[in-house]
Nanobody, 119 residues
Framework: QVQLVESGGGLVQAGGSLRLSCAAS????????MGWYRQAPGKQRELVAV???????NYADSVKGRFTISRGNAKNTVYLQMNSLKPEDTAVYYC?????????????WGKGTLVTVSA
């Protein structure tokens, strides 16, 4: 059993910053990658940023230069530093982990944390 727990969402004014955190726990053998996705009302879930076990990162064009994804020292934690937030960044942000356990390897998801950016 693997759990991903997010924290750090909230309400912020445009131009402000927030930092999201996600911690993975459970019967983890290896984490291949962790990332953040978001889903705005009426829209499909989209990739925001991902970081691999080797440290490679990838960002959606809409957040490049404003968001930074990083890992904690324990490698089972991932952060998303969001700066210069815009109202269009408003969404539920989900943590994703590509995780291998002793039983299988699959994508795991957190329950999501709401980020609201006011104009």
């Amino acid at each position: 059993q693997v759990q991903l727990v997010e924290s750090g969402g909230g309400l912020v004014q445009a131009g402000g910053s927030l930092r999201l955190s996600c911690a993975a726990s459970g019967s983890i053998f290896r984490i291949n990658a962790m990332g953040w996705y978001r889903q705005a009302p009426g829209k499909q879930r989209e990739l925001v940023a991902v970081i691999t076990s080797g440290g490679s990162t990838n960002y959606a064009d809409s957040v490049k230069g404003r968001f930074t994804i990083s890992r904690g020292n324990a490698k089972n934690t991932v952060y998303l530093q969001m700066n210069s937030l815009k109202p269009e960044d408003t969404a539920v942000y989900y943590c994703n982990g590509q995780i291998v356990t002793t039983v299988n390897g699959m994508d795991y998801w957190g329950k999501g944390t709401l980020v609201t950016v006011s104009a």
